[in-house]
C-alpha cells in the first residue's frame, strides 16, 4: 500500500536537518510563531544544475501566489561562491527543468509560457537575451537531455490522441473513456490508454524530430554516454508488463532506426540516476537494483554496477542493510557517490567502485534530498536543516557550504518548535526512533497536548528535519510526533518488510509504544492526545483509533480502511495481486486488514476526515465510508473534500486552509498549552 504522493509542503519543501540547534525563545526575541498564511512567503528551491565550467549553479524557486491562487515556479542561478542569486525567469507561467548546454552557451528549461501546448524547451543564451522557444512538439515534452556535442536533444514524449493528431477534426463532445488495460488508472493521470511515453531525437540546428524508440511500453531517463553514441534508459518491456512493475536497463545508438539491447533481466526493478551513471570511460553504467517482486512497496535499492558491452551485474552495498539513492560516479571513475538512508538521516556517501568499501562524506545529521556533480569534482546538494526549508549547498571536501538564502529573511522572524529525537519500545520488545518536536518557547514544559503525525509511504522516514506540517501544529502549542514505524525507510530491509500482508499491526504496537514513552517522559498530557496523518498516515490513524480510545481528535487524510472496496478503485492492483492475492482467493485476509472499518464502533475519537476530489492513489470513498459509519453511530465526526485536487494538494489555499482545519479541530478537542 505504498502511498507515495507528498501529503503535505514538507516534502515539496525537503525534510532534512543539519543538527538539532533550534534556538531558545530568549534568543529568537520577537520571533513570531508560523502561521497557516506563511504557505504564501516560504519558497521551494529545488533542481540544482552545475554549469559546465562549475561557476555557477542553476536551479528553481517555486512561490504559492495568492492572488491568482496558484504556484509558480522560476529558474534561478547562483555563483559557485555563493556571491550572487540571480533570477533568469519571470513569467506567470512556470518554469522547469533547466539544463546547461554541455558547451556552456545555452540554458534549457521547460514551460508552457507564452501559450505553447504543452511544456515545450526553450533556450537562454548565457551571452544575454529573452528566452527563444526551441521545439513546438504536438503534446508537449515530457522530460529532456542534451547531447554531449550540444547539437541534439532527445525528448521523452507520449504519444499523440489519435484524434489530436488530426488537426482537421473538430473537438467533439467528450467520448466515452475505454479500458483495456490491466493497470488502468493512476493518480493525476487519470484513467490509463494505450498511449506511451517514447524517446525522440531532436536536432537543434534543422529542428528535425527522429523517432528512436516506439511500441507498447513506456521508455524514459534517457543518460547519453560520455561520447554521444548511446542512450541508456529505462522500460518495462516484459509480457504482461502492466502485472509487474519490472524496469529494466536499456541502451540503444543515438541514432534513428536503432535497436535497442536489453542490460539487465533482474526479477525486480531497477533505477538510474537522472545524470552521472555512466562511468567516464562509457564502459560501465551504475544504477540501482531492488529487491524482488514481492518487495515492490518495500524495496530497499543496492548500488549496482553492470558493463555496457554485457555481462553479470556486481552488487556493490549488500553489507549496507540500508537503501541507497541517486548513485553518481566521481570523474575519475573510481568510485560512485550515493545517498543513503539510515535512521532519520540521509548523507552523501563514496562507494568504492571496485571494492564496494563505503565511506561517509557529509557527516552533518542531515538529509540530502538532491544530489548533482559538476566538473572538477563539484558537488551540489539540496538540503535543509530544522530551521530552514531546502537551500541549494557546495559540497567541498566533505563540508557543505551553504550557496542560497531564499528563505533567510523570512526565517529570521519565525520561532520553530525544538526537534529531538526519542526511542521507544511496544508491547512486543522491537524498538521505535521517532522525533518529537515540542512547542516553540515551550522546551520545558510538561504535561502537554499531544499530536502523533504519522508519516505517509509506508517507505518513508521522518527525520531530524524542516517539517512544515509537524511545525505548523505544533506552533499552536502542541508536542507533535512523528514515529518510525516498522514499514519505515532507514532501519534496513527487515523492518521495512515487517509488515508485508500485515498492515495495521506492528505498526499501530510501534505507534502506541511512542505513545506510551512520550507520556512517561513527561512530555504529553495522557488526557490530551490526538493523532493524524495523510495518506498510510491517515489509514494508520484509522488502525490506532480502532484499536485504543485514549485519543480524544484524530485527522485522517486521504486514508481508507474498509481495504476490500479499494480493490480495482485505486492504482495499487499489482501490490494487492502480489502481497494480498485476490479478494475471492483470500477473503479472511481481506476482511482482517479492513478492522477498522468492521470494528467502526470501537472508534470514540471525534475524527476529521479529508480528501482530494479526484485522488486515484487513495480515493475519497476510503475517508467517506468512515465518515459516514461515524455518523451513524453519533461519534463526533466531519468531512472535508477539496475540490479538483489529487493525492497531494497542491492549490495554495487548500494548503491554508488544510493547516488551519488541523490547528481548529486538535486545538478545541485537546485544549491550549500548559505554560512552561
Known amino acids: 500500500m505504498m502511498r507515495r504522493s507528498p501529503y503535505s509542503l514538507a516534502r515539496l519543501l525537503g525534510v532534512a536537518a543539519i543538527a538539532v540547534t533550534t534556538q531558545s525563545a530568549d534568543a529568537q526575541g520577537a520571533r513570531r510563531p508560523l502561521v497557516p498564511g506563511d504557505v504564501y512567503r516560504i519558497k521551494?528551491?529545488?533542481?540544482?544544475q552545475v554549469s559546465p565550467e562549475g561557476d555557477w549553479v542553476a536551479y528553481t524557486v517555486a512561490t504559492a501566489d495568492s492572488a491568482s491562487n496558484k504556484n509558480d515556479s522560476d529558474v534561478w542561478m547562483v555563483r559557485w561562491d555563493g556571491s550572487r542569486q540571480i533570477r533568469l525567469t519571470s513569467t506567470p507561467e512556470s518554469e522547469s527543468r533547466p539544463r546547461w548546454s554541455p558547451d556552456g552557451k545555452f540554458l534549457a528549461f521547460t514551460s508552457a509560457r507564452q501559450g505553447a501546448k504543452g511544456g515545450q524547451v526553450w533556450l537562454l543564451d548565457r551571452a544575454g537575451g529573452e528566452a527563444v522557444k526551441l521545439t513546438s512538439v504536438k503534446g508537449g515534452v515530457g522530460d529532456f537531455v542534451w547531447s554531449p556535442d550540444a547539437k541534439?536533444?532527445?525528448?521523452?514524449?507520449?504519444?499523440?490522441?489519435?484524434?489530436?493528431?488530426?488537426t482537421t477534426k473538430k473537438a467533439d463532445a467528450p467520448k466515452p473513456i475505454v479500458l483495456d488495460r490491466y493497470t488502468f488508472k493512476r493518480d493525476i493521470e487519470g484513467y490509463l490508454n494505450d498511449r506511451r511515453s517514447h524517446l525522440y531525437l531532436y536536432d537543434i540546428a534543422s529542428k528535425k524530430v527522429d523517432t528512436l524508440t516506439r511500441g507498447a511500453w513506456d521508455d524514459e531517463r534517457p543518460i547519453f554516454s560520455p561520447d554521444g553514441s548511446q542512450l541508456l534508459f529505462l522500460s518495462n518491456r516484459r509480457p504482461d508488463a502492466d502485472k509487474l512493475d519490472q524496469r529494466d536497463l536499456w541502451?540503444?545508438?543515438?541514432?534513428?532506426?536503432?535497436?535497442a539491447r536489453q542490460l539487465t533481466t533482474f526479477d525486480g526493478r531497477d533505477v538510474i540516476a537522472a545524470s552521472g551513471a555512466w562511468s567516464p570511460d562509457g564502459k560501465q553504467v551504475a544504477y540501482l537494483a531492488g529487491t524482488d517482486v514481492g518487495s515492490l512497496a518495500y524495496d530497499q535499492y543496492r548500488l549496482a554496477v553492470l558493463p555496457v558491452a554485457g555481462g553479470a551485474p556486481r552488487l556493490l552495498t549488500t553489507a549496507l542493510d540500508r537503501g541507497v539513492g541517486q548513485p553518481m560516479w566521481s570523474a575519475d571513475g573510481a568510485s560512485i557517490h550515493v545517498t543513503v538512508t539510515d535512521d532519520r538521516e540521509q548523507y552523501v556517501a563514496a562507494v568504492n567502485a571496485t571494492t564496494g568499501a563505503l565511506t561517509r562524506v557529509t557527516k552533518e545529521r542531515n538529509e540530502v534530498s538532491t544530489m548533482v556533480r559538476g566538473p572538477n569534482g563539484k558537488w551540489a546538494l539540496l538540503a535543509s536543516d530544522p530551521e530552514h526549508p531546502s537551500e541549494i549547498y557546495a559540497l567541498e571536501n566533505g563540508v557543505l557550504r551553504r550557496l542560497t538564502t531564499h528563505n533567510d529573511a523570512l526565517m529570521a522572524t519565525i520561532q520553530l518548535g525544538r526537534v529531538e529525537g526519542f526511542s521507544s519500545k511496544g508491547k512486543d520488545g522491537a524498538e521505535t526512533h521517532s522525533v518529537l518536536i515540542r512547542p516553540p518557547g515551550k522546551e520545558s514544559a510538561r504535561g502537554l497536548p499531544t499530536v502523533l503525525f504519522i508519516h505517509g509511504g509506508p517507505k518513508g522516514q521522518d527525520g531530524f528535519g524542516f517539517d512544515l506540517s509537524r511545525q505548523m501544529i505544533a506552533a499552536k502549542g502542541f508536542a507533535v510526533v512523528g514515529v518510525n514505524y516498522r514499514g519505515s525507510d532507514g532501519r534496513g530491509h527487515a523492518w521495512q518488510r515487517a509488515i508485508y500482508a500485515d498492515w495495521g499491526n506492528k505498526e499501530v504496537v510501534d505507534i502506541l509504544g511512542a505513545t506510551d514513552e512520550i507520556v512517561r517522559m513527561g512530555v504529553a498530557d495522557p488526557a490530551r492526545l490526538g493523532i493524524g496523518g495523510w495518506?498510510?498516515?491517515?489509514i494508520l490513524t484509522d488502525y490506532v483509533t480502532a484499536s485504543d480510545t485514549r485519543f480524544k481528535a484524530a485527522s485522517s487524510g486521504a486514508g481508507s480502511a474498509l481495504q476490500l472496496t479499494m480493490y480495482g478503485s485505486d492504482q495499487y492492483i499489482v501490490q494487492y495481486e502480489n502481497?494480498?492475492?485476490?479478494?475471492?482467493?483470500?477473503?479472511?485476509?481481506?476482511?482482517k486488514l479492513s478492522y477498522p472499518f468492521f470494528k467502526a464502533d470501537k472508534i470514540k475519537t471525534p475524527t476529521l476526515y479529508m480528501s482530494g476530489e479526484k485522488d486515484f492513489n487513495v480515493p475519497t470513498a476510503g475517508s467517506e465510508q468512515m465518515y459516514q459509519a461515524l455518523k451513524v453511530l453519533g461519534v463526533e465526526t466531519q468531512m472535508v473534500v477539496y475540490p479538483g485536487q489529487f493525492h497531494g494538494l497542491t492549490t495554495p489555499s487548500f494548503l491554508v486552509d488544510r493547516f488551519e482545519r488541523w490547528q481548529n479541530w486538535f486545538g478545541s478537542h485537546l485544549g491550549a498549552a500548559v505554560q512552561p
Not at 541502451?251 to 535497436?259: H, M
Open 44 to 48: 521551494r528551491v529545488s533542481d540544482p
Open 535 to 538: 495518506s498510510y498516515g491517515g
Open 152 to 166: 541534439k536533444l532527445v525528448l521523452v514524449m507520449t504519444d499523440l490522441d489519435p484524434d489530436e493528431a488530426d
Open 251 to 259: 541502451v540503444i545508438d543515438a541514432k534513428p532506426s536503432a535497436t
Open 579 to 591: 502481497e494480498l492475492g485476490s479478494p475471492w482467493k483470500n477473503p479472511q485476509l481481506w476482511i
